[in-house]
């Protein structure tokens, strides 16, 4: 319990930092340059993102993937922010337009919710501490090991 809330202090973190890349990124845009809110949004999550990946896999998750497997641990840290992107851009359009909220309230509230999603997909997809990995780990140790004993 206590790695997994020191894991999380750590996610807050990098987190933290990756969303004031985010939401500098949406202000400087939308009131900035007038970019539409949702178009702010969306060019706001991809940098954010590329940083989020980088500092993510350095800092709080222990990959389960080797270096020649970065491409599929990629993959799926994208998979997994694409659905995050259209949380938040669904959340962000029914708190601006249905709720009348301000787009920074509605952005702090969206992050939030968007938040909880991000460890819990990222902790079950990309660590290799997760419950998932681990009986992974055991399974290919034990496949390992009949080979071994196999070819004695």
């Known amino acids: 319990m206590q790695r997994l809330l020191q894991q999380f ?4 973190l990098v ?9 500098a990124v949406l202000a400087l845009l939308h009131y900035g340059f007038n970019v539409h809110y949702l178009t702010a949004t969306g060019l ?3 940098i954010s993102t590329i ?3 980088w500092a993510s896999m350095r800092f709080v998750f222990d990959s389960p993937y080797g270096k020649d497997e970065k491409g599929k641990e990629l993959l799926i840290f994208l998979v997994l922010s694409v659905l995050g992107l259209l949380l938040t851009e669904g959340l962000m359009r029914l ?8 787009v920074i309230v ?6 939030c919710v968007v938040m909880l999603f991000n460890f819990i997909t990222r902790k079950q997809f ?18 390992e090991g009949a080979k071994l004993s196999h070819e004695d």
């Open 95 to 102: 708190l601006v337009e249905y709720a009348s909220l301000n």
């Open 51 to 53: 940083y989020n990946y």
């Open 15 to 23: 987190g933290g930092t990756a969303t004031v890349i985010d939401f």
């Open 106 to 111: 509605s952005k702090v509230l969206v992050t």
């Open 44 to 46: 706001a999550f991809v």
């Open 126 to 143: 990309l660590d290799s501490g997760s419950p998932k990995y681990a009986k992974v780990i055991e399974t290919t140790q034990d496949i």
């Open 9 to 12: 202090a750590r996610f807050v």
